[in-house]
């Protein structure tokens, strides 16, 4: 089992900057990998930003320059520095795990949510 707990989100001007963390607890030694997901009203839940666990990173197109998502295995916490912050941006974002368990099986845990809010 693993616990994730997203925090930092909040209301900012555009323009603005946020930064998102997730603390991982529990059985963290079989997470590959961590995703930073989003969901606005009416909207498809999107992956955002993305680390696995041997250092690969991916982006979304719309979040390129402006986010960086990076980690700190000493203390089991995904961060998500958001930059220029934009209307679009808002959204509740959500981080995700990500564990295989092998013959194309594998298990998604999904933290609460944290609600981002940009204003025009």
């Known amino acids: 089992q693993v616990q994730l707990v997203e925090s930092g989100g909040g209301l900012v001007q555009t323009g603005g900057s946020l930064r998102l963390s997730c603390a991982a607890s529990g059985s963290t030694f079989s997470i590959v990998a961590i995703g930073w997901y989003r969901q606005a009203p009416g909207k498809q839940r999107e992956l955002v930003a993305g680390?696995?666990?041997?250092?690969?990173?991916t982006y979304t197109d719309s979040v390129k320059g402006r986010f960086t998502i990076s980690r700190d295995n000493a203390k089991n916490t995904v961060y998500l520095q958001m930059n220029s912050l934009k209307p679009e941006d808002t959204a509740v974002y959500y981080c995700?795990?990500?564990?295989?368990?092998?013959?194309?099986?594998?298990?998604?845990?999904w933290g609460q949510g944290t609600q981002v809010t940009v204003s025009s």
């Open positions: 680390i696995r666990s041997d250092g690969t990173i």
């Open positions: 995700n795990a990500y564990i295989p368990r092998g013959l194309g099986v594998s298990t998604n845990y």
